[in-house]
């Protein structure tokens, strides 16, 4: 059984055999070298400064959210939440929880976001922070984060960015752009199991952090984590929660892949097959929901008369694992086909599970 949803993805032979061992000591002298390479490595794939902080720790991408949402706003700071669907509503309760004013901005799903309204947005709300999915999973549109980071920047307006399901794949450049935080999850483009957050932060988003009234939880605080990052990175351990000690190695293995394809090539490798995916698509009848498309995954709409259930069972008994409808308002009408990570690097298996989909679903 192949799966092609938008994460967990299939994982590389070589990060299996760096997981797939007895776990080592969080004081093993391997682990601190793949620790350190981890978090350098991050810089690179993530197009960050000498000067940003990487942080890994062990959790989903939901995580990665709350603790973005609680260490860079405090009760009672105006926010501002592009709003993109399922991920942009559940960063918006978050900032609600923390007891922020959230105000939120965004199309119907699928549409393309309006970059003067934004513009709009900000100047009339004049709020700390900017909060945005990069690719909204339950709809696979993706955001201009360069064009969104512009018009915060100019303002004195924080970034923060989920590229849950688009760092390791989408175009990144988190220093060039001025993104002040970018986080994601292991289970989705960077090609590991789930079980790791995984952010970088700009100078200014630790200096906000540092400057909080209202301290985060102690579990989400980037302070906590802070010195134990800085210490392995120094090869150095410090101890704050046991760091998973599978999974560590195992991203080294990982990013270490992804900056020796180099990271121009990463992101047109995804480009190449998005594009595939959509070409091969829309010839058959299938519409992608987004305008603006991700590549590391097409929702599409199920053409006329094409039940969605019925549709990925026949699917799964050629092999073929796809995720259903996500968003609330296209669950019935949708189907998602997660292409991201090191297993579209064979062509041939793109192209298969494409022609799967089209002989099932299209006209
Ligand atoms: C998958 C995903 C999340 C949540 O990640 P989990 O690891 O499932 O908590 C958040 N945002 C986006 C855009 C995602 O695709």
């Known amino acids: ?13 070589a990060v299996r055999q ?24 991050m810089r690179r794939v993530w197009l960050a400064g000498d000067d940003h902080q990487p942080f890994v720790v062990a959790g989903t991408g939901t995580l990665a959210m709350e603790t973005t949402a609680v260490n860079l706003v405090d009760p009672g700071d105006r926010v501002l939440v592009v709003n993109l669907g399922l991920f942009g509503d559940r960063m918006a309760e978050m900032l609600a929880r923390r007891g922020a004013r959230v105000f939120q901005i965004g199309p119907a799903p699928g549409a393309d976001l309006d970059l003067a309204e934004v513009e709009r947005a900000l100047d009339e709300h004049a709020p700390t922070v900017l909060f945005a999915t990069h690719v909204d999973t339950s709809t696979g549109a993706r955001v201009d984060v360069q064009g969104l980071c512009a018009l915060a920047q100019a303002r004195g307006v924080l970034t923060a960015f989920d590229g849950v399901c688009a760092t390791g794949a989408e175009r990144t450049e988190q220093q060039a752009w001025g993104a002040d935080v970018v986080f994601t999850a292991s289970q989705k483009a960077i090609g590991l199991p789930a079980g790791l957050a995984l952010w970088v932060c700009s100078p200014a988003a ?5 400057a909080l009234k209202s301290p985060p939880p102690l579990v989400l605080d980037w302070l906590s984590w802070l010195p134990i990052m800085v210490a392995y990175e120094a090869e150095q351990n410090s101890y704050f929660g046991t760091p998973p ?8 293995v990982a990013l270490a892949d ?12 995804h480009a190449q097959v998005g594009a595939y995916v959509r070409e091969r698509f829309v010839a058959a009848g299938i519409r992608p929901v987004a305008q603006t498309p991700a590549n590391t995954l097409t929702a599409g ?4 008369g094409v039940d969605g259930p ?12 796809l995720a259903g409808g996500l968003h609330p308002l296209l669950k019935q009408t949708t189907f998602r086909l997660g292409h991201m990570g090191t297993v579209i690097r064979d062509r041939s298996r793109v192209e298969r599970v494409v022609d799967a989909v089209i002989e099932v679903m299209g006209r």
Do not use: C, N
């Not at 992804?258 to 490798?269: I, N, S, T, W």
């Open 1 to 13: 059984m192949e799966l092609w949803i938008p994460g967990p993805v299939p994982v590389s032979e």
């Open 18 to 41: 760096a997981y797939g061992v007895e776990p080592p000591s969080h004081l093993a002298p391997d682990f601190k070298a793949a620790f350190s390479r981890s978090l350098q490595a």
């Open 206 to 210: 630790m200096a906000r952090r540092r």
């Open 245 to 252: 000690t599978t999974l560590i190695p195992a991203l080294d």
């Open 258 to 269: 992804l900056l020796d394809e180099g990271m121009e090539a990463v992101f047109a490798r």
């Open 301 to 304: 709409y199920l053409p006329e």
């Open 310 to 321: 019925a549709a990925l069972g026949a699917l799964k008994e050629r092999g073929f694992v």
